[in-house]
């Protein structure tokens, strides 16, 4: 519920929705590990 109620703060504050904050946070996320994948993420490939 904290998360919910920050996020929609924050949406409010830059003027996106809700759902706009979360593909970007998430869209973000998935970049960075394709470009420098975590340990557990390696592992899992071998």
Same mark, same amino acid.
């Given at each position: 519920?904290? #998360?919910? !109620?920050?996020?929609? +703060?924050i949406a %409010? #504050?830059?003027?996106? *929705?809700?759902? &706009? @904050?979360?593909? *970007?946070?998430?869209s973000d %996320?998935? #970049? +960075? &590990?394709?470009? %420098?994948p975590s340990? @557990?993420? !390696? @592992?899992? !490939?071998?």
């Amino acid at each position: 519920m904290f #998360v919910w !109620s920050k996020l929609k +703060n924050i949406a %409010y #504050v830059t003027g996106k *929705t809700i759902y &706009q @904050l979360k593909y *970007t946070l998430l869209s973000d %996320y998935l #970049v +960075n &590990q394709l470009k %420098y994948p975590s340990g @557990l993420i !390696s @592992l899992a !490939s071998i």
